[in-house]
C-alpha cells in the first residue's frame, strides 16, 4: 500500500501559477507510476498527465499540454505537477494517484491522494 497527500492548491488569478505536490508514504514510491487528474462538481473525474516511475515518460492531456509539467523527485517520494497560464476553466479538485502503469485511466490506479482544491478567478 502506498499513501498519497496532495498540497499547493489554493486560489489563483487567470494567468497566473501554482505547483501542486504529492507526497508518498508506504510501499517505493519508485515503484509506481504516478497519474494527476482532476474533477469539478457533476463531472467524471479526468485525466490530466502521468509520468513513469523513472521519470522519462510522461502524457498530457490535450487541454493542459504546453501549460502543464509533472515531474518526480523518487527520493523524495513527491511528484510535483506545475501548472502556469491557469485558466478558469482549470478549477477543480486534483488528485494524484499511484499505479504499476502509467496509462490514461483511472482505473489503472489503485492508490489516490485526498485532492486538492485549485480555484482560478480574478
Known amino acids: 500500500q502506498v499513501q498519497l497527500v496532495e498540497s499547493g492548491g489554493g486560489l489563483v488569478q487567470p494567468g497566473g501559477s501554482l505547483r501542486l505536490s504529492c507526497a508518498a508514504s508506504?510501499?517505493?514510491?519508485?515503484?509506481?507510476?504516478v497519474g494527476w487528474f482532476r474533477q469539478v462538481p457533476g463531472k467524471e473525474r479526468e485525466f490530466v498527465g502521468a509520468?513513469?516511475?523513472?521519470?522519462?515518460?510522461?502524457y498530457y492531456a490535450d487541454s493542459v499540454k504546453g501549460r502543464f509539467t509533472i515531474s518526480r523527485d523518487n527520493a523524495k517520494n513527491t511528484s510535483y505537477l506545475q501548472m502556469n497560464s491557469l485558466k478558469p476553466e482549470d478549477t477543480a479538485v486534483y488528485y494524484c494517484?499511484?499505479?504499476?502503469?502509467?496509462?490514461?485511466?483511472?482505473?489503472?490506479?489503485?492508490?489516490w491522494g485526498q485532492g486538492t482544491q485549485v480555484t482560478v478567478s480574478s
Open positions: 494517484a499511484a499505479g504499476l502503469f502509467v496509462t490514461y485511466y483511472r482505473d489503472t490506479y489503485p492508490h
Open positions: 509520468i513513469s516511475w523513472r521519470g522519462s515518460t510522461t
Open positions: 508506504g510501499r517505493t514510491f519508485s515503484n509506481y507510476a
